[in-house]
């Protein structure tokens, strides 16, 4: 059995570090009310946070309902395990349900549609907690980060991974020299999961571990995008950033637009200039390697974009946060718009029997005059979200504010409905003991009906 899964641990006081952190999520759990915002927890892979939010479901005596990046996680597949699991009580005896959901930064591309905003949904009608869990907490959007309350974990010290992996050898039975372990945590770089690994890779076949037995087992070091952009901007050595360039995933045009999209932190209109001239010239070496499919030009390219904006910036550093490219945000925006206008005519459509190429084609445009004069009078006939009522007015905010209040309204006279229904009737009021019964169905009655009234029988 994966060392990993034996020795997770399944109380919050077996968790390694991050005390605060553990701590914080008991006081949360402790005295849980649906007024509470859902957890997130955020920091590097292998810092224990779906580790601490398992063991806090066991001291609770909660039941856990998962979702991670591997299931499909679009908002009909999120309403219906999520969605279902957060408004229905548990049926094992547990107290409550926990909704955890996985890498909840990965949301994203067509698998992931619509998962997001249905996730805030979710949130906002929930009867049990719920904690999501990511890696990267500024790739989450704003409502999301408004949603949720954070909770980080930081990188584990060399120092406390080293007692854990101490008791792992004595609990298998395995002698290992002090400086094996050591050599083991800082490895690691803070992430006990690969500690672990690497500790039941070198002791495979053996009962005793020294410190030349885990040379070879070492974490992967291999270089990010953003050390990779930071390095370039520091004025690191040409002959590092080269290295650096082949051990990061993203190729070489992924990489360009992730340092135009950071050019803006030039220190002078000089410098962006002979940065933008290098990424120019780079991206020809690219525009080459596409069309001729001679990849061996994706090293010229990568020599004069990363060699040109290291002189250009002078070692100057970056003072702000590595951003991704603006295009992909850009691009991201379009692809959206694109795909909410397509469900909107295809909305309207079925609504209206006209084929969705007339309406788009020859109606569209006077559609939009109509919602623009009376929005929430259209929000209410076509039933439009923020995102297709934004199609015709062009106004986010104002859209975002008209569905809001429909909403209210909707909620309003739905309270005011059904207090009528459960009120007494004054007929029902006013009838006492002694009041006539209406007259019983006679056969009379039956052959004879009122003018206009039809019978079975």
Same mark, same amino acid.
């Given at each position: 059995?994966?060392?990993?899964? *034996?020795?997770?641990?399944? +109380?919050?006081?077996?968790?390694?570090?991050?005390?605060?952190?553990?701590?914080?999520?008991?006081?949360?759990a402790q005295d849980w009310s649906r007024q509470k915002k859902p957890l997130i927890l955020y920091g590097k892979p292998g810092t224990g946070k779906t580790s601490s939010a398992h063991a806090l479901a066991n001291d609770m005596n909660w039941e856990v309902v998962e979702l991670n990046a591997?299931?499909?996680?679009?908002?009909?597949?999120?309403?219906?395990?999520? &969605?279902?699991?957060?408004?229905?009580?548990?049926?094992? &005896?547990?107290?409550?349900?926990?909704?955890?959901?996985?890498?909840?930064?990965? $949301? +994203?591309?067509?698998?992931?549609?619509?998962?997001?905003?249905?996730?805030?949904?979710?949130?906002?009608?929930?009867?049990?907690?719920?904690?999501?869990?990511?890696?990267?907490?500024?790739?989450?959007?704003?409502?999301?980060?408004? %949603? @949720?309350?954070?909770?980080?974990?930081?990188?584990?010290?060399?120092?406390?991974?080293?007692?854990?992996?101490?008791?792992?050898?004595?609990?298998?039975?395995?002698?290992?020299?002090?400086?094996?372990?050591?050599?083991?945590?800082?490895?690691?770089?803070?992430?006990?999961?690969?500690?672990?690994?690497?500790?039941?890779?070198?002791?495979?076949?053996?009962?005793?571990?020294? %410190?030349?037995?885990?040379?070879?087992?070492?974490?992967?070091?291999?270089?990010?995008?953003?050390?990779?952009?930071?390095?370039?901007?520091?004025?690191?050595?040409?002959?590092?950033?080269?290295?650096?360039?082949?051990?990061?995933?993203?190729?070489?045009?992924?990489?360009?637009?992730?340092?135009?999209?950071?050019?803006?932190?030039?220190?002078?209109?000089?410098? *962006?200039?002979?940065?933008?001239?290098?990424?120019?010239?780079?991206?020809?070496?690219?525009?080459?390697? =596409?069309?001729?499919?001679? =990849?061996?030009?994706?090293?010229? %390219?990568?020599?004069?974009?990363?060699?040109?904006?290291?002189?250009?910036?002078?070692?100057? &550093?970056?003072?702000?946060?590595?951003?991704?490219?603006?295009?992909?945000?850009?691009?991201?925006?379009?692809?959206?718009?694109?795909?909410?206008?397509?469900? $909107?005519?295809?909305?309207?459509?079925?609504?209206?029997?006209?084929?969705?190429?007339?309406?788009?084609?020859?109606? /569209?445009?006077?559609?939009?005059?109509?919602?623009?004069?009376?929005?929430? &009078?259209?929000?209410?006939? /076509?039933?439009?979200?923020?995102?297709? $009522?934004?199609? /015709?007015?062009?106004?986010?905010?104002?859209?975002?504010?008209?569905?809001?209040?429909? %909403?209210?309204?909707?909620?309003?006279?739905?309270?005011?409905?059904?207090?009528?229904?459960?009120?007494?009737?004054?007929?029902? *009021?006013?009838?006492?003991?002694?009041?006539?019964?209406?007259?019983?169905?006679?056969?009379?009655?039956?052959?004879?009906?009122?003018?206009?009234?039809? @019978?079975? /029988?």
């Amino acid at each position: 059995m994966d060392w990993t899964e *034996k020795y997770r641990p399944q +109380h919050l006081q077996d968790v390694v570090g991050n005390s605060g952190a553990v701590r914080q999520m008991y006081e949360w759990a402790q005295d849980w009310s649906r007024q509470k915002k859902p957890l997130i927890l955020y920091g590097k892979p292998g810092t224990g946070k779906t580790s601490s939010a398992h063991a806090l479901a066991n001291d609770m005596n909660w039941e856990v309902v998962e979702l991670n990046a591997s299931d499909q996680r679009t908002k009909a597949a999120l309403e219906r395990v999520a &969605g279902s699991g957060s408004t229905t009580a548990s049926l094992s &005896g547990a107290s409550r349900k926990l909704i955890l959901l996985d890498e909840a930064d990965n $949301l +994203h591309g067509q698998a992931d549609r619509g998962g997001a905003k249905a996730i805030v949904e979710i949130i906002a009608e929930s009867r049990q907690p719920i904690i999501l869990i990511a890696n990267d907490y500024y790739s989450l959007t704003k409502e999301l980060k408004t %949603a @949720t309350e954070p909770v980080q974990f930081r990188a584990l010290q060399a120092r406390s991974i080293v007692p854990r992996l101490r008791q792992i050898c004595a609990a298998e039975g395995v002698a290992c020299d002090p400086a094996a372990l050591e050599g083991i945590a800082d490895a690691a770089g803070g992430d006990m999961r690969a500690a672990v690994n690497m500790l039941y890779a070198a002791a495979i076949g053996r009962d005793r571990l020294v %410190a030349g037995d885990v040379q070879t087992s070492s974490k992967d070091e291999r270089s990010t995008i953003f050390e990779l952009v930071g390095g370039v901007f520091k004025g690191r050595r040409d002959a590092e950033l080269l290295r650096m360039a082949v051990e990061v995933e993203d190729t070489p045009d992924a990489v360009e637009q992730w340092l135009e999209g950071n050019l803006d932190q030039m220190p002078d209109l000089a410098s *962006k200039a002979q940065g933008y001239a290098c990424l120019s010239r780079a991206d020809e070496y690219i525009g080459r390697t =596409y069309r001729r499919q001679y =990849y061996t030009l994706w090293r010229y %390219a990568s020599a004069v974009m990363l060699l040109g904006v290291a002189d250009a910036a002078g070692g100057a &550093g970056i003072h702000g946060r590595i951003m991704p490219p603006s295009r992909w945000q850009k691009m991201g925006a379009s692809k959206k718009q694109k795909m909410v206008r397509a469900g $909107l005519t295809r909305k309207l459509s079925e609504m209206t029997h006209i084929p969705e190429d007339a309406l788009r084609e020859d109606f /569209f445009t006077a559609i939009g005059i109509l919602v623009e004069q009376d929005p929430a &009078g259209y929000v209410r006939e /076509f039933g439009l979200d923020a995102d297709e $009522l934004n199609l /015709f007015i062009h106004d986010k905010t104002r859209a975002a504010k008209v569905v809001k209040d429909v %909403a209210k309204e909707e909620k309003a006279k739905e309270k005011k409905t059904s207090g009528k229904e459960k009120a007494p009737t004054k007929e029902k *009021k006013g009838r006492k003991a002694g009041d006539e019964e209406p007259p019983a169905d006679t056969k009379e009655t039956r052959e004879n009906p009122p003018p206009g009234q039809a @019978t079975l /029988f």
